[in-house]
């Protein structure tokens, strides 16, 4: 690009990085070519966000890097800015949003051009906004959430008027869609190692009690709990994820939970599953906690009802989050206790019968044995479960059948 006399520098995060010395993958540009412009000078080329002034320009390995037209903000509102090309590099770096990140570097003459200082405040282990602080966060409000979220996974420090600006943001955060602020939560929880950092700024900032209200107060030992659970590292692990926001919702209870995940906007598939290791976390947790607390795994039959309860196929979640629970809160539970109930829990939800369908008998020979079908039908099952979760030698045909015919003498 330069060769064909235009500007072109290393822009954004991987300047930043690098810097640090830490890998990024994609290279993002900023040039003072126009889009169309870019369009021509490469081969390969993908609009990926041309009424930005961003092209996508796939290198020779079929990488994608992003270059994006110099551009100043023309009009902000604290949600979306509208902005124009023919802006100088300065006009460019002055619209970023912290001094770490609005650095750039010139590859061919391998230059760094700082006017920020952002070099400094990579050194000090400082996130900054780049000029007015006050001013900034008004033009944008996520930017609020931004600093936070860099804070944390470089664990830095935020500068001070910076800090004083995101307070003073809290109250009008309510204007970020849900979206955007579950991609920010997304974003903590898949990038920061101790997620905790950035959460309990989040509390104290006041930004949930904007935004997150059932999280206004939520306790550090809920938040320890959250770094607990390991980073979801590529290849993207879901469930590792889901933990993570099941750790954080712990202490809601009734609907709460899924009510916050509703208004978040996570998906059904991601309500039900963080919503239901919550609940099944507020049946649960305590009782257990007191018994596991001094040394005591639960007997077989409570194992089978436990597992029974959760499901077999949520037992080990179950356990993980409880782990991350019992090993940051008091009293405090010990590695190896928890490991061996991790053990009986997985043997027991996977070896014995603890599911309707596990039972020897179904509602067909139930039918045929003369119960009708209807509801009576599903709670002889479940009776038949209860018996058989109780003591699982139950679990034949002709012992069953024997059960069933005595809880039609019980009726009579
Ligand atoms: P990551 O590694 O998380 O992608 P990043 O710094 O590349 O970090 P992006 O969200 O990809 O972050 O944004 C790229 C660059 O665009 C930032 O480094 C920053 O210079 C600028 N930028 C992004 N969002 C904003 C914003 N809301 N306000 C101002 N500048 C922003
Ligand atoms: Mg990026």
Redesign the pocket.
Known sequence: MQEAGYEAWC????V??ALLGLA?LDW?LATSATPAEVRRLFRRTVPVGIEFGTIGVLDRNGRMHEVTTFRHDVRTDGRHAVVAFGASLDEDLA???FTI??IAYDPIARRLHDPFNGQADLAQSLVRAVGDAEARMRE?R??AL?AIRFAARFDFAIDQGTWQAIVSSAPFLTRLSPERVKQELD?TME?VRRPSVALARWRDAGAFASLVPALASVSDSVLRAVDALPLPVLPARPLRKSLRFAALLSDLVGKEAERTLRDLRFSNHDITVISSLVERWARHGDALRGALAVGQIPSAVELRRLSADIGRLRVSAFVRLAAARWCTGEPPVSATVVRALYRQCILTAFREPIEVSDLAIDGDDLRRAGVPPGPLLGRTLQRLLDAVLEDPRRNSRDTLLGLVASFESDRD
Not at 11 to 14: P, T
């Open positions: 822009v954004g995060g991987a930043r990085d990024h993002d619209r970023r949003d990140n609005a944008d996520l930017r931004r974003k990038q």
